[in-house]
Nanobody, 115 residues
């Protein structure tokens, strides 16, 4: 079993930055895929960014170069650096991993951007 714990969320002013972390613990053979999703109140969940074990990355079109996904394999931790945040980025951000062909979700971390 694998547990994911997100951290790094909080309240920030528009134009500010946050770095989200997703730490995996437990029986980890290999992290095959990592993605960050978000869900704003009253909206559907959407993928923000992802990275494969080979390092291929994806960003939603609206990220527009503001976010960067990265990983630290030694710590089994993934990061989402978010810069130039705006109020539309307010949401609960969830980490998703495929570890040993099994899917896991974190419980989410709240990001609130004030105008």
């Amino acid at each position: 079993q694998v547990q994911l714990v997100e951290s790094g969320g909080g309240l920030v002013q528009a134009g500010g930055s946050l770095r989200l972390s997703c730490a995996a613990s437990g029986s980890i053979s290999s992290i095959d895929f990592v993605a960050w999703y978000r869900q704003a109140p009253g909206k559907q969940q959407e993928m923000v960014s992802s990275i494969t074990s080979a390092g291929a990355t994806y960003y939603a079109h609206w990220v527009k170069g503001r976010f960067t996904i990265s990983g630290d394999s030694a710590r089994n931790t993934n990061y989402l650096q978010m810069n130039n945040l705006n109020p539309e980025d307010t949401a609960v951000y969830y980490c998703y991993m495929i570890v040993g062909r099994k899917q896991y979700w974190g419980e989410g971390t709240q990001v609130t951007v004030s105008s």
